[in-house]
Structures are given as structure tokens and as C-alpha cells.
Nanobody, 125 residues
Framework: HVQLVESGGGSVQAGGSLRLSCVNSGRSYGDFCMGWFRQAPGKERQVVAT????????YYHDSVKGRFTISRINVKNTVYLQMNSLTSEDTALCYC???????????????????WGQGTQVTVS
């Protein structure tokens, strides 16, 4: 059983930082890919970052490269997303996701992930 719970969202001013956390209260992450996604109002859900190969490999969307960092602590079943230099374009509902089959790639999509958290809101003004 996989249950993902996100936390750490909030409201910040442009240029500020937030750190999102996602805890899997069920099955261990192992070598399964973990990802962060976001969905802004009126837009499709898009991948932000993923981490796989036991945390050795990461993927970032071009829009967040150099500003966001994804990391994981397997023993805590937790994955993080450190977000720096936030802009209004980063305002969105952010989701954590994983899957029991998908092991990661350099072109992730929402269809690759079967388990999702409830989302945490990030608002940048």
C-alpha cells in the first residue's frame, strides 16, 4: 500500500524559498522513481523533478534547473523539493508521486506515475 502525504507549501514573496516534503507511509521507495509535479490554474499538470536509481539520478524540468533540488532519504521514506529563487510563475498546487513499476527516465510524464499525494499549495507573490 502506498500513501503519499505532502507538506511544506505556503505563501512566499518572489525570490524566497520553500522546502516541500513527501512521506510515503506505505511501501518503501526502494529503486522506484519519486517525482514532484505541479499544476497551475488553467494549466495541465507538469513534471517538476524526479529522483531514481536509489537517489543517484535526478531529472529537472528546464524551468526549475538551477533553482530547485530534489532529494530523498530512503530510511525515512521521504523525498524533498528545495525551491529557491521562487517567482510568480512557480505558483501552483504541487504533488508528490511514485509508482511501483516505473523506475525513472530522462523524459518522465504524469502517465508514468500511479500513486499521488493530495497536493500542497505554493503561492508566490
Amino acid at each position: 500500500h502506498v500513501q503519499l502525504v505532502e507538506s511544506g507549501g505556503g505563501s512566499v514573496q518572489a525570490g524566497g524559498s520553500l522546502r516541500l516534503s513527501c512521506v510515503n507511509s506505505g511501501r518503501s521507495y526502494g529503486d522506484f522513481c519519486m517525482g514532484w509535479f505541479r499544476q497551475a490554474p488553467g494549466k495541465e499538470r507538469q513534471v517538476v523533478a524526479t529522483i531514481y536509481h536509489y537517489g543517484k539520478t535526478t531529472y529537472y524540468h528546464d524551468s526549475v534547473k538551477g533553482r530547485f533540488t530534489i532529494s530523498r532519504i530512503n530510511v525515512k521514506n521521504t523525498v524533498y523539493l528545495q525551491m529557491n529563487s521562487l517567482t510568480s510563475e512557480d505558483t501552483a498546487l504541487c504533488y508528490c508521486a511514485t509508482d511501483l513499476i516505473y523506475s525513472g527516465s530522462d523524459s518522465p510524464t504524469t502517465a508514468d506515475f500511479g500513486y499521488w499525494g493530495q497536493g500542497t499549495q505554493v503561492t508566490v507573490s
